[in-house]
């Protein structure tokens, strides 16, 4: 039965039932709404309205009355009516009179939106009803028509649009805001202007006019619109550019797919095909097409570098060592004619990499030098061209000496910006190109590099180029170049000037660092304790720099402020004006008052000599005079740089090389002098190249163009361009292992840059119209803080400029150095000098001595030095002090050669030192001292107490509580506050009403010296504390190392607690503060605080360890518990021998974190007995202490 077909509804079986119901319909709605009123309805709406009168009219449900069959009666009837099926699905069919026009039909459309539920019932209302229902919907389907024939118009204007028209692929000329304008339709673009409301005029036949910024967004939003439409079959400016920025910044496909889910970019295959096919044409037009803003003819800077990936491959071989070159020139060249180019193929993701480059192989042979090359000028005439730069220098040093931390005169950097602020030089025209496979460690590759130069200067039709090189790829190049009379003509080859500024700045380290430097730029928070190497050894440059400018600053003031302060009051008012005059006249009218006001000349005439004079009469003032002064030139030599001012490098140049023979950096001691010599010499050699030399811009890189002092060495140009893009993510980073990928990340990098800059223009960014940092409020607040900091803290050392001490010394620790080492530091610029004039005339000039021959060591001591380990001459070398291995082998010789029985001999003690009782380097041996309080808990039972007797005394070791602080508070007032809160609060806790706090003492001689200093082996630094706002020190443990340091904390603790109110704690209470060989007692009774000297307690103790018992004995008097808080070993065994003398019971509070504890002293006394308890101290200091040596393998339990 279930198969059989189920019977047709009554109202399909017989259609005349419904004939009554179908002419009503036929009148009211065919003829009545179709064909008078000329609507437009959709069929379903008719079926709805048909289904409703046969069901108002008979009372039958037509429900299931097919729409077919209702059409093919309609069709049969009325054949005036049309019927007409959308091609999109889901979209009903219209039924309308076939006279109907186009417009009208357009005009006549029911809402889409409507459903036909809604529809429906509108038609079978009443007559009312309908008239109601229109007017409430009429403006609604006037709104709906207007709208959708809008939609209508702009779906055809953009399938009218062509898109791109350019070739495959599309390269930054094609991708622009103009290009972006030819892609979008009038009609859209007015239309979205219109709606955001930026513009009400009504026009199509042209773009509206609105803001500039409102423009781009308008274009970005139109292009998104238009590669909807086409299902990103049409391609935009931006889908394009900013897909392949998006890849060029980040190398990141998700962010590209997102971007392109969301409708704002191409797809990541198409962004890979759009680089792929950069990177073909790269290939198809040619490696020796001249690149896009280069010109044929124009100077040519060449810079090569090394780049390295430390991949984390499973061998550890095949990591990459490539060469990266750039190639500049000062002012990009006229557009060339652009020829029509052959399409790519479109879609292609995969790049095949061209063949390497091949290494042209080289063969050491004798090494030559340089030829042919002229006297030099002296040093006295090069620092005579210094002259005029030297006075710029001395004007910011005497501006700066006056300001303030609200100071509005920038730093160096931000000062030299400003005066030279309309000099600003065109930006440079720079070019990546092709990588070459191979280190520049190896001599093939650089010969290599420079036969691809001299065909890059072939192509560019140059006579000769110019090659930047650091100093380990300078050396190898000039080795060649100089047996090679093709390469000596056509190649002129530079020394990178950064890699020369880091190398100096190594200098200045070494020189300086242990003297104060290290410790004033980490007590100033100039520099971060973790980053403090990095700057003294001149690694982290921009870092560096910037603490030594800082430095710099801060020792011209305090030397100046010297100065001003010697002169008498009416010479010291002339400066203070012509002082003034320069501030006013900074930065517009400070050259010309500098070069025509005479008084400047005589204040600096007047200062010049102060310096001298002082510095014959103090070492340590013609010390760190020395500093600012190779600061000085230092900066002279960056700012030769900066300003791209060739004949103030070459004298800087040769006013620095003492320094490099002096420090014994023996690879820029051998060839910065040849490249100074060769510069010289270029007016001969090179005359064309000596003329654009002297050309601002054509030896320096500018990057941009907003203000001046901005040009930067090529050898940095290359590490802040190609280097750090290669390994950004962008870059080579995760990519270096796939060769094809990094050729095409090489070819393609150029017009991808492009690409991105126009990006970024089709953005609203403009990223050069940002002012220099250095010229920021919040920079020159930042900087004149520093200064700030660093003059506090030198002022918490020792004034460079006022001490009144033989011999130069540290600023930090007061170490006064050796004789040798004074000496050294003084003539150390006088010996370099020597040098240089030896090496160049031997070497360079008369050729007697081989360039390449060693240079000797000048090995010229620092106070470094003065911290190394004691050594022992041995055979001729310096050596640590160690056993003979040959040691039984010679005494077996000795035994039988003279018949001495061996028990005999090794009854001496045969090394440089006594082994059972010393280190191989001659200090003390050490032991376990600990090892000895764990066995004396161990023996004395259930010594370990939870609780002490109420009522009784508390005794710190001073130091101790110091060492342990947890965290450093930012003031010496809030660490006094700090201490006394911590004492307090376990005092409170033990309910003590005595708290002692016991000290150290440091006198200058002591048995504990060598014990002190080994425990300070990291140095020390001494300051001086003056106020309780004083900022404490960085380096806590160093600021402990020193003696002097903690008898002034001492001393300080003492000053801020009696002024302390310590009436609020509450309770009755005694305060014993121990310092230096005084003892002073705060005493608060009944709410009345009084502060008394302690004679019974004033003595010379050194040691906190003996003194504490003295006031142990003091605290008996009066209290029957003493417990004693300290973690020293040598407390508790003296603890023990001295419990059953003393009227009190001992407790001793020891061990640190989770092993703290409290002994019962008594308890381990009476466990041990009297006779150990005596003999203790005697076991305790011959097994080894501070001060005496242990037994070299027995310990304290042997």
Known sequence: MFLLRPDKPETE???AMFDASYKLFCERIIRQRLLVNNEVLRMGQLRQAFIDMVKANEGVDASNYRQDLLKKRLAQDFPQLAFHMPTKRNVYELVFAETLSKDALVDMLPDPSGTETTQSSELSQTDSDNETGRTKCQTTQEDTRTLYTAALFLKRLLSDTPGMSCPWPPTSEN???????????????????????????????????????VHLKVLSVCQDIVYLASKGRKQTPKSLALGLTVRHLTGSSRIVSLLNRLGHCASWDTVLSLDTSLAQLTLVEGRDKIPKGFSKRTPTTLVWDNIDFGEETLSGRGTTHHTNGIMLQSVPGEPMSTAIRQPQRKGVTSFI?????????????????????????????????????????????????????????????????????????QKSALYYLPVIEASPTEMSTVNTILKRSVQIADQLELDHIVLVFDQAIYAKAQQIRWKDVEFTKRLVIRLGEFHTCMSYLSILGKRFGDAGLQDILIESEVVAPGSINGVLNGHHYNRSMRAHKLLYESLQRIRFITFMDSLPPQERAACMDVITEMECAFPDRLMDVLSADQRFDNMCSKYADFVQRRSTENATFAFWSSYIDMMQLLLLFVRATRESNWQLHLSTVRLMMPWFFAYDRVNYARYLPAYWLEMMNLPVTHPSCHSDMNVKGQWTVQRQSVHGFASIACDQAIEQTLNRDAKTKGGWTGITQNRSAVYRWILSQHERAAIARQCESMAGISPELRTRKDLDKTRISADAKAVSRILDTIDSMLNPFDVHQDGIVCLSSGRVATGEITKDLLVASEKGENAVKEFMEQRLLSKTVDIFAPIISQKLKTLSDQKKPPKKSAAGKEVILRADKKLFSRLLILGQSRKIEMREILSYSLGTVSYPLASADGSLAKTNKSALMDLLQSKGGECLVDKVPIGGAILFDGMAVMQAMPSRPATFGELAETILQSILQLALHHKCTRIDLVTDRYPPISIKSLERSRRADAGSQLITIFSPDQRTPTQWKKFLSDGKNKEALAEFLYVAWTHADLTTVGKNL???????????????MEGVQSVDVVEDLQCDHEECDTRVFLHAQHAAQEHKAVIIKSSDTDVAVIAVSLQADLPCSLYVFTGTGNRTRIIDIAMVSSALGTSVCSALIGIHTFSGCDSTSAFYGKGKRK
Request: hydrophobic fraction near 30%; aromatic fraction near 8%; charge should be negative.
């Open 13 to 15: 079986q017989d259609e």
């Open 175 to 213: 991708v622009n805001v103009t290009e972006s304008q030819t892609v979008v339709p009038i009609g859209l673009y007015n239309l979205v202007s219109w709606i955001i409301g930026s513009t009400e005029e009504p026009t199509l036949d042209h773009y509206v006019n609105i803001d500039d910024d």
């Open 353 to 425: 990499a061209p063949p390497p480059m091949p290494i042209q192989p080289y063969h050491q042979s004798k090494r030559q030098g340089p030829q042919n090359l002229c006297q030099p000028v002296q040093s006295a005439t090069c620092r005579m061209d210094t002259h005029f730069a030297v006075q710029a220098e001395m004007a910011y040093a005497f501006v700066k000496s006056t300001c303030t931390d609200s100071c509005t005169i920038p730093s160096w950097t931000g000062f030299h910006t400003l005066l030279q602020d309309e000099n600003t030089l």
């Open 1070 to 1084: 005694s305060l014993y503060i121990a310092h230096q060989n005084q003892c002073h007692c705060v005493t608060v």
